[in-house]
């Protein structure tokens, strides 16, 4: 069991949905991940989501909490693997009043951009939401612990990895065009030909959706060496897909590579 403390941001969201749903639960701002449950903790009935059997229920439960076992929801990644259960119990039609536009196949997208920071692959359908670890299917307070072990990275569309020669696990430095920021981490790949450039983990707090970044990798060479190396500079369009490989020469000139 995993008891965490809803953020501003969660708690605003889900004290809407309560309302919506006209659920008679006074909500402690608490989830809880229990197995393939997540559990809004109430005062006296808690609100019920279960990922097998798509169900939202209202329940008398008196489960265990200390207060030393609560965690954060400071982390994107954790925010974000529970606000996925809007999309997929919204999209099934189980929560009233909330409608969900996307397809499963879809959704299906979605969910793997949250999930692939973590390693997980999302299975929805019509009939249920699971999910996979290295083949293995676990469950979703696997998913919640997961999001809290991760620690950061940058998952990058493998194309993108490739046209760069940046390799799987390669440390690398983020610049952030629209803020400032800069700092570290490093790559994993993402889905070849998905064009995506996604955040994870701490990493995902330096920067917001939509911003251009720089990414940078490095390496080391003797001065001669150095002298003959050209680095590869890939340039994407709008939907990050390689719009121009090039060499940075001196003054700044750019030269497409041959």
Not at 24 to 33: C, E, K, M, P, R
Not at 119 to 128: G, K, R, S
Request: hydrophobic fraction near 40%; aromatic fraction near 10%.
């Amino acid at each position: 069991m995993i008891v965490l403390k809803a953020d501003s941001e969660l708690k605003m969201t889900f004290e809407r949905l309560i309302k919506t749903m006209h659920a008679n639960v006074n909500w402690t701002g608490l989830f809880v991940a229990l197995d393939n449950y997540l559990i809004l903790q109430g005062e006296v009935r808690s609100l019920f989501f279960h990922f097998d059997s798509r169900k939202v229920a209202e329940n008398i439960v008196d489960l265990p909490i200390k207060e030393d076992e609560i965690k954060d929801t400071d982390e994107a990644a954790v925010r974000d693997v529970i606000n996925m259960i809007l999309y997929a119990f919204g999209k099934w039609g189980t929560i009233q009043g909330l409608r969900v536009e996307k397809n499963t196949e879809q959704l299906n997208t979605l969910f793997g951009h949250v999930l692939a920071g973590i390693y997980i692959e999302p299975e929805y359908t019509t009939q249920y939401f699971r999910f996979y670890h290295a083949g293995k299917r676990i469950t979703y307070e696997d998913v919640i612990q997961a999001a809290l072990d991760y620690v950061g990275s940058i998952t990058i569309d493998e194309d993108l990895l490739d046209a760069a020669g940046i390799l799987e696990y390669e440390k690398v430095q983020i610049v952030d065009v629209n803020n400032g920021s800069r700092f570290e981490t490093y790559t994993i790949c993402g889905k070849r030909g998905s064009g995506m450039i996604c955040l994870n983990g701490a990493a995902a707090r330096c920067v917001s959706t939509g911003d251009k970044i720089i990414i940078m990798a490095y390496g080391q060479y003797t001065p001669d060496e150095a002298k003959e190396h050209k680095p590869a500079v890939v340039f994407v369009d709008e939907e990050n897909k390689v719009n121009r490989v090039t060499n940075y020469e001196r003054h700044g000139l750019l030269k497409d590579m041959e």
